[in-house]
Every structure is written in structure tokens, then in C-alpha cells.
């Protein structure tokens, strides 16, 4: 699984870095960040997921996911 | 609040500071939302009142056609020449000024910097309840949750904790008063501005390591800030930092106090506490935002005029069933909850981290500290009306 934030939407809410910590951060001013390159580790799947149902700007999407 | 002519019919006439609409908007909302979306009122020099969560997502992301000059709805609207940036930038700032008026603020207010206020927040929560005794009936309002949010926000901006009683009597008129006649809201309005006024000369005169001295160092792109823009915005922090949290804090208090189901699981189960903190604020947002209409317009239908009010329910549009499931109950787990108590768009509540800090850590103390605690007299309960919704007076009887 893979994520990205839109930032053109997001406007800091932060409640995707609140609900998957090890996916999303903040940056200096509240606005969020994937961590890395947005590849999802298969634990944090669900929380990445839930972020993504939380935004209230709709501005996460999953991009990919590639099921072994 | 009352000084109005009662409201008959909430479609052609509605006014959001009549008491039946403090006391319980809700059924006002629902009953809306099915016959008359978007309501209208001739009060206030005309205005609009937007009830789906579609149409107030719409508004809030609209800055080309909605206004943010004035965003507290009375009959009296700033002057133009206030524009681009307001009388409280960046909340009454539109585009494009608002991005760096914003920008000045945003780094003071992200989670990193508001994580460091969390200790003394908690140390003088528990202060609250050291103070109150062995008191068998408590108001959570007003000996509770209106202390936590006025304490803060002054230490952050470094004004002296003996104003906090002043602070209050800024926020009431700022925030009820928005059906005094004129001249009384002015005399109000320029008692803020002078309290501002000297503490931005005082801070001029002699810097120091708060939020106020920091404003007064900074730039936006370049250009200094000037105090002038700071006395605004040290005044939106103010104003806006207070009873918006205590509004949140007692209105969750008040459901838990009714609700002993949720309040035994919360008890419980601590570690739920941030998901059902969300759900609290979604059913019971406190902050309704106001927007001028730009220019004549067609909105879905509603033919707005310039310079007419359109209100923003973010309270009304968190419980549009249209937008969530069983919108109308508190469901304490509820996972997926994308509310808009905050706002939407470019003005999102920029002390949104510190709001939720400060409701997390005042129920996290509250909650260890009394987990068993009733409604003392429910119809004592007083809810304040206009734009921010939350209970004033909250007898709550412990154990």
C-alpha cells in the first residue's frame, strides 16, 4: 500500500499523523507529510487507511496496493 | 441573547441569538435540512443559514465568492477599507493576503509546540480540582472548563493571569453581544483594542520569550509586521482561544454527566479517550463561522445579494445524515468521523492542536479525578447562544 497527501487540499487538521503516526508527521506548520517515500508497511495498513477516512479535506489517497 | 423579536418560523425568519436556539438547535437543523436547506433571514440586514454539511463544505471552500471580512454576524458590518486583512487577521483575512498572515502563525500552534504546554496545562487542571474541595456539587463550567483555556492562551501570549476576569468579559461581549445596540458594542470593542493596544507597547518596550514579542519580531514575506497587525491577531487569539474550548470541554463534561453508558466505558478504557473526544466534538461543535456575500449571486437557487451574512453551522453540517451514519446519536468508538468542527478549508481553526490538547488533557484529569458524577439539575443547565455554543452554568453532582 502507498499514500499520498494532496497539498493543495490539506490545511493541517492533523488528524492523519494523530491516527497513523509511523505513515504521516507534521511539518513546521501542521500540515502533513508522508514519512518517506508513502510506502505503507503491511502492519500499518489499517491505520493508514482510517487516516485516510478521517481527513476532513478528503486530501489522502491511497495510491497503490500490491497484495503478495 | 432575547433582545429580538421571538423567531416563528426558522426558514424565512431565523436569528441565531434567540434563546431556543441556544438551548437546543438541533431539531431547528433537522427540520431544515429536510424543508428548506439553505434558510433566510431579513434580520441583521439579511442573511443565509446553510444546514447541509454539502452546502457549508461548499461556502467554507468558496473565498472567491464568500467573504471573510466580518465572520461574527450582527447588524453591523466593518467598514471595506479594513480589507485585505481584517479586523482580526488572518480570520477576517481573504486571499491572497490571509496565506501569510497565516503562515506567522501556524508554526506557534502546530502539534510540535503545543506538545511542550501539555505539562503545565495538566498541573493546572489539577489545580482546578484541588480547588474545588470536598464539594459534593461542582459547576464544571464555571469553577472547571472556563479557567483551562483563558489560563493558556494568556501565558502563551504573555498577558498577566490577574486579567483573566477581563479576558472573559472580552470574549462575552465580542461573542454574545452581538445584538447590543450599536453603541454599546463599540464602547465594548474599544476597551479590547486599548487593552491590546497597551500590551503590544509594553511587549514594543520591553521583548520578551512569548507568542506576542515573537509577532512583533516577525515578518511576513519580508515586510515587518506592524503593531497594529499584531494587536489584531493577539486579539483573535484571545478572543477565539477561549470559550470556543470551554464551550468543548463543559459540552463533553454535560453529555458524559447524562451519558453514564459512555462515561463508565471512557473510565474504563482511557486509551479510547482520543477517538471519543472526536465524536464529541463533532455532536457537539461549538463554532458557527459567518461569511459576507461578494457580489449579486445565484447559490444553488438562493438568490444572495452583496453583503449579505451567510452563516456557517459547522455543528448543523456534523450532524447531516447525509454526511454520517446515525448522525443524530453520539457513538463513542465512531472510527471513521471526518466532522468539521474545526472549520474546512483555508481558514481551519488554527488552534485547533491546542483545542484539542487542552479538551484532552481537561478530561483526562476531570476523568481521573472524579469518575462518577451526575447532572446535579439539569434544568439549571444554561447553554450560550450566537456563534459559539456551549454550557455557562453546568451543576454537576460528584459521586
Known amino acids: 500500500m502507498k499514500v499520498q497527501v494532496d497539498m493543495d487540499r490539506c490545511e493541517g487538521h492533523g488528524r492523519c499523523y494523530a491516527l497513523a503516526p509511523t505513515v504521516f508527521e507534521p511539518d513546521e506548520i501542521g500540515n502533513a507529510v508522508v514519512l518517506g517515500d508513502g510506502t505503507v508497511s503491511p502492519g500499518d495498513e489499517r491505520q493508514a487507511e482510517l487516516a485516510a477516512a478521517n481527513c476532513p479535506e478528503q486530501a489522502i489517497t491511497i495510491t497503490a496496493r500490491v497484495r503478495s | 441573547m432575547g433582545l429580538h423579536d421571538p423567531v416563528a418560523d426558522w426558514a424565512t425568519d431565523w436569528d441565531h441569538t434567540d434563546d431556543t436556539y441556544a438551548a437546543d438547535p438541533f431539531p431547528i437543523w433537522d427540520e431544515l435540512r429536510d424543508r428548506c436547506p439553505v434558510a433566510r433571514t ?19 471552500h468558496d473565498t472567491e465568492r464568500f467573504t471573510s471580512r466580518s465572520i461574527v454576524m450582527s447588524a453591523f458590518r466593518p467598514p471595506l477599507e479594513f480589507a485585505p486583512a481584517g479586523v482580526a487577521p488572518p480570520i477576517s483575512s481573504d486571499p491572497p493576503f490571509h496565506k501569510g498572515a497565516r503562515r506567522l502563525l501556524l508554526p506557534a500552534f502546530a502539534p510540535q509546540a503545543i506538545d511542550k504546554l501539555e505539562a503545565s496545562t495538566r498541573a493546572y487542571c489539577e489545580e482546578l480540582i484541588d480547588d474545588m474541595g470536598d464539594r459534593d456539587v461542582v459547576d464544571a463550567a464555571a ?6 483555556p483563558v489560563r493558556v492562551i494568556a501565558h502563551m501570549l504573555g498577558f498577566p493571569q490577574e486579567d483573566a476576569e477581563l479576558f472573559r ?12 445596540p450599536f453603541e454599546q458594542r463599540a464602547e465594548g470593542m474599544m476597551t479590547l483594542f486599548s487593552y491590546l493596544e497597551a500590551q503590544v507597547r509594553d511587549h514594543i518596550a520591553y521583548p520578551r520569550d512569548d507568542l506576542t514579542s515573537y509577532l512583533l519580531a516577525a515578518d511576513i514575506d519580508g515586510e515587518p509586521v506592524t503593531p497594529e497587525h499584531v494587536g489584531r491577531t493577539i486579539g483573535l487569539l484571545l478572543i477565539a482561544g477561549i470559550d470556543t474550548t470551554w464551550s468543548s470541554i463543559g459540552a463533553s463534561i ?9 462515561r463508565e466505558r471512557l473510565v474504563a478504557e482511557p486509551e ?5 473526544m472526536e465524536e464529541l466534538l463533532r455532536a457537539y461543535a461549538p463554532v458557527t463561522m459567518a461569511r459576507l456575500v461578494r457580489e449579486d449571486m445565484d447559490f444553488n437557487g438562493c438568490p444572495m445579494k452583496a453583503e449579505e451574512w451567510v452563516l456557517l453551522p459547522f455543528p448543523a453540517a456534523n450532524r447531516d445524515p447525509e454526511a454520517f451514519d446515525r448522525a443524530d446519536e453520539v457513538v463513542i468508538d465512531r472510527e471513521v468521523n471526518r466532522h468539521a468542527a474545526f472549520g474546512l478549508g483555508i481558514h481551519r481553526c488554527a488552534g485547533s492542536h491546542l483545542a484539542r490538547m487542552e479538551l484532552r488533557v481537561a478530561l483526562e484529569v476531570w476523568l481521573e479525578a472524579f469518575p462518577t458524577f451526575h447532572l446535579a439539575d439539569p434544568a439549571a443547565v444554561r447553554w450560550s447562544g450566537g456563534q459559539v ?3 455557562r452554568t453546568l451543576p454537576v453532582r460528584i459521586g
Open chain 2, 272 to 276: 479510547l479517550l482520543p477517538i471519543a
Open chain 2, 42 to 60: 431579513e434580520r441583521y440586514g439579511g442573511g443565509w443559514l446553510p444546514t447541509r454539511h454539502e452546502d457549508v463544505s461548499a461556502i467554507a
Open chain 2, 169 to 180: 468579559t472580552f470574549v462575552n461581549h465580542v461573542i454574545e453581544g452581538v445584538a447590543l
Open chain 2, 254 to 262: 454535560w453529555h458524559l454527566a447524562g451519558n453514564p453508558a459512555d
Open chain 2, 389 to 391: 455554543r456551549g454550557p
Open chain 2, 143 to 148: 469553577d472547571y472548563a472556563q479557567h483551562i
